[in-house]
T-cell receptor, first 111, second 114 residues
Framework: SQQGEEDPQALSIQEGENATMNCSYK?????LQWYRQNSGRGLVHLIL?????REKHSGRLRVTLDTSKKSSSLLITASRAADTASYFC???????????FGTGTRLTVIP | DAGVIQSPRHEVTEMGQEVTLRCKPI?????LFWYRQTMMRGLELLIY????????DSGMPEDRFSAKMPNASFSTLKIQPSEPRDSAVYFC????????????FGPGTRLTVL
């Protein structure tokens, strides 16, 4: 089940630039999570933002959440070649154990 | 903790053969998820278990697919008979409510059906 949609589908930037990825979803949520997937690997959890939070930071990551627009954004500042990966948003509905993953954004950071 | 363990990491089989994928979740996690990922369809949830009980199997594509979780530390996903269109990477993930349902993914099993 994929509830979220991400935009853009692919993004290519130069090392040192900022990368912004957006996620839209459809229903009420308890929290929204961002995951990263390196080629050939499983997804790895990056950051979680609760429905009553608007912004959260973790290192070079900044996540925003707008529940009125049902959207979230992930900003990676000062990107590095090692940030090259696919990034997925995932939403958790209240009372449910499963997550609904978005379609992913493929980020390429050019050295 | 070793994280979520999946086996085998790679499986190549011929059409019509039975395939069994295995997963050991993180100790203490009470939810387990099976996903399939392909370029065409992206990441699809096949089935998930809470406390070893299947909760939602609506993502299981056909009767050829079945999943079991006989105990809290082991799950299998079986495809019988396999078909070329089943070729994909199959991920297992586990989570716990205490950790806000953050899911921990295994390394995946890359299945190729010839």
């Amino acid at each position: 089940s994929q509830q979220g949609e991400e935009d853009p589908q692919a993004l290519s930037i130069q090392e040192g630039e900022n990368a912004t990825m957006n996620c839209s979803y459809k229903t009420s949520i308890n929290n929204l999570q961002w995951y990263r997937q390196n080629s050939g690997r499983g997804l790895v959890h990056l950051i979680l933002i609760r429905s009553n939070e608007r912004e959260k930071h973790s290192g070079r990551l900044r996540v925003t959440l707008d529940t009125s627009k049902k959207s979230s954004s992930l900003l990676i500042t000062a990107s590095r070649a090692a940030d090259t990966a696919s990034y997925f948003c995932a939403t958790a509905e209240t009372g449910a154990n499963n997550l609904f993953f978005g379609t992913g954004t493929r980020l390429t950071v050019i050295p | 903790d070793a994280g979520v363990i999946q086996s085998p990491r790679h499986e190549v089989t011929e059409m019509g053969q039975e395939v069994t994928l295995r997963c050991k979740p993180i100790s203490g996690h009470n939810s387990l998820f099976w996903y399939r990922q392909t370029m065409m369809r992206g990441l699809e949830l096949l089935i998930y278990f809470n406390n070893n009980v299947p909760i939602d199997d609506s993502g299981m594509p056909e009767d050829r697919f079945s999943a079991k979780m006989p105990n809290a530390s082991f799950s299998t996903l079986k495809i019988q008979p396999s078909e070329p269109r089943d070729s994909a990477v199959y991920f297992c993930a586990s989570s716990s409510l205490a950790a806000n349902n953050e899911q921990f993914f295994g390394p995946g099993t890359r299945l190729t059906v010839l």
